[in-house]
C-alpha cells in the first residue's frame, strides 16, 4: 500500500462549524504533513508531525489545530474558518523525519470551502 | 536562504513536441532536488528526485532531469508530449527550515502545461 488517503474529498462548513480532515498512510511513514495550496499556488507547509510529535508549526492560526492519534493518522481539526481559508489541503507523508534526502508521498486533497 | 525559481509560469507545446521546464534553486549545501505533478484539484505525484550520484535522473512517465550544480538548475525535459501530461509541475528542493533540526520541501511557483492536440 502506497497511498495516502485523505477523507473527505470535499468540504462545504459555515464559519461556526467544527469539522475535521482525516489523513491515512500504512506504509510506517514516520513523518506527517499538513500543506494548504489556493488555487494556481504551490503548496504552503502548515504543520509537521515527527514520530506522532508536533515538530513544525509554520505560525499556523489556532482554529486549525492538527492532531496526530497514532503513527498512520493525522487529523486536522476546523473550527470559526473564515472564507479565505478555502483552499485545497494536502497531507503527506515521508518515510523518514528528515525530508531532505526522501520523499514525501502525497494525498489527493481535502477541497474546502468556507461559506 | 533556500528558494526554488520557475521562470515560466505557463508553457504551452504542441502533442509530440519535446518540452523543456526550467527551475533554479538557491541552496548552501547539496541539494535535494524534486519534481511533482499536480492535475486539476488532485494531489502532488512524484516524477523524479535527485539525491546525488548521476546527474541525468530519469522518473516516470517517460520524464527525466538534468542536476547542473554550476547553473543551480534541475530542469524537466520529456522528448515526446502526450496531451494526458497537461498539468501544473512544481520543482520543490529538500532543504533544512529556520529553527528546526527538520527538513521540509521547498517549492517554486509552478509552471502550467497546456498541450495542444
Known amino acids: 500500500d502506497t497511498e495516502v488517503t485523505q477523507t473527505p474529498k470535499h468540504l462545504v462548513m459555515g464559519m461556526t462549524n467544527k469539522k475535521s480532515l482525516k489523513c491515512e498512510q500504512h506504509?510506517?511513514?514516520?513523518?506527517m504533513y499538513w500543506y494548504k495550496q489556493k488555487a494556481k499556488k504551490p503548496p504552503e507547509l502548515m504543520f509537521v508531525?515527527?514520530?506522532?510529535?508536533?515538530?513544525i508549526n509554520e505560525s499556523v492560526p489556532s482554529r486549525f489545530s492538527p492532531e496526530c492519534p497514532n503513527s498512520s493518522l493525522l487529523n486536522l481539526h476546523l473550527h470559526a474558518l473564515q472564507p479565505e481559508d478555502s483552499a485545497l489541503y494536502l497531507c503527506?507523508?515521508?518515510?523518514?523525519?528528515?525530508?531532505?534526502?526522501?520523499?514525501?508521498?502525497f494525498g489527493q486533497g481535502t477541497r474546502l470551502t468556507v461559506v | 536562504a533556500q528558494s526554488v525559481t520557475q521562470p515560466d509560469i505557463h508553457i504551452t507545446v504542441s502533442e509530440g513536441a519535446s518540452l523543456e521546464l526550467r527551475c533554479n534553486y538557491s541552496?548552501?549545501?547539496?541539494?535535494?532536488l524534486f519534481w511533482y505533478v499536480q492535475s486539476p484539484g488532485q494531489g502532488l505525484q512524484l516524477l523524479l528526485k535527485?539525491?546525488?550520484?548521476?546527474?541525468l535522473v530519469q522518473g516516470i512517465k517517460g520524464f527525466e532531469a538534468e542536476f547542473k550544480r554550476s547553473q543551480s538548475s534541475f530542469n524537466l525535459r520529456k522528448p515526446s508530449v502526450h496531451w494526458s501530461d497537461a498539468a501544473e509541475y512544481f520543482c520543490?528542493?529538500?532543504?533544512?527550515?529556520?529553527?528546526?533540526?527538520?527538513?521540509?520541501?521547498?517549492f517554486g511557483r509552478g509552471t502550467q502545461l497546456t498541450v495542444w492536440p
Open positions: 503527506a507523508s515521508s518515510p523518514r523525519d528528515r525530508v531532505l534526502n526522501t520523499e514525501a508521498f
Open positions: 506504509m510506517g511513514h514516520r513523518a
Open positions: 508531525y515527527s514520530y506522532e510529535k508536533l515538530s
Open positions: 541552496y548552501g549545501a547539496t541539494p535535494y
Open positions: 535527485y539525491f546525488s550520484g548521476d546527474t
Open positions: 520543490a528542493v529538500g532543504a533544512m527550515g529556520r529553527g528546526s533540526t527538520l527538513g521540509r520541501l521547498y
